[in-house]
């Protein structure tokens, strides 16, 4: 295994209170019935455009819409109450897989490129990812787009890469690009939906991730 691809919401870290609040601050803004948590979490991880479509409907305002979250965004996560919070493990596992110079880690999110750059930055993991895929630079998963484009920039083949996620959208995106899709159980969708959409393995833990992964470092140490 040469590159370890990251979702980053629901897999990374845990983004729900920013995901509601934003929501009621947006639609309230422009005078639309807020949708339930459970339709706004299904959707996460695909392109914010995509999920206002399907959230709003097609006669929303939808680009007006994206333009407000831009604007909001910034002001909540500069608020302890809604930011992203790292999952208890997350900084101790990117920081040990970096220690490995034989491996190199991406990330592939639903986020755009202003939203994804300043949350890494303010965990201080900016420099632990040498591609980082975003909806502005390729389409929405489950488009394999993303993950074919880290493959490209950080020169690894598909068979020597596994990408991390919490929706059957990461999986299916995987699976597009003859990627092993492992699936977290902590996140956004249930185990028996990424079984379903063709994960190679579901974990339910940080250590069992992190077990998983060294697990296929040292295996692939010992091929010939």
Not at 205 to 222: H, P, V
């Amino acid at each position: 295994m040469k590159l370890v691809i990251f979702d980053f919401d629901g897999t990374l870290v845990d983004s729900r209170k920013l995901i509601v609040e934003s929501n009621r601050v947006v639609f309230g803004e422009f005078g639309l019935s807020l949708p339930s948590e459970d339709e706004s979490f299904s959707l996460v991880g695909m392109s914010l455009e995509l999920v206002l479509l399907q959230l709003a409907g097609p006669d929303a305002p939808v680009e007006k819409m994206l333009a407000a979250y831009r604007r909001v965004l910034p002001l909540l996560r500069a608020d302890a109450a809604y930011a992203e919070v790292p999952f208890s493990g997350a900084a101790d596992l990117l920081a040990a897989l970096a220690e490995h110079k034989d491996v190199r880690l991406g990330i592939a999110t639903g986020h755009l490129s202003y939203a994804i750059a300043p949350a890494l930055e303010r965990f201080g993991w900016q420099g632990h990812f040498c591609t980082v895929q975003t909806a502005d630079k390729a389409p929405s998963k489950p488009h394999p787009g993303m993950i074919l484009q880290a493959l490209s920039e950080a020169a690894v083949k598909a068979e020597d890469a596994i990408m991390i996620g919490d929706t059957a959208f990461d999986i299916e995106m995987a699976r597009a690009a003859d990627v092993r899709g492992v699936a977290v159980s902590w996140g956004y969708h249930r185990p028996d939906r990424l079984r379903d959409a063709g994960a190679w393995r579901v974990v339910n833990g940080m250590s069992e991730l992190r077990d998983c992964l060294f697990e296929s470092i040292s295996s692939a140490s010992r091929e010939p």
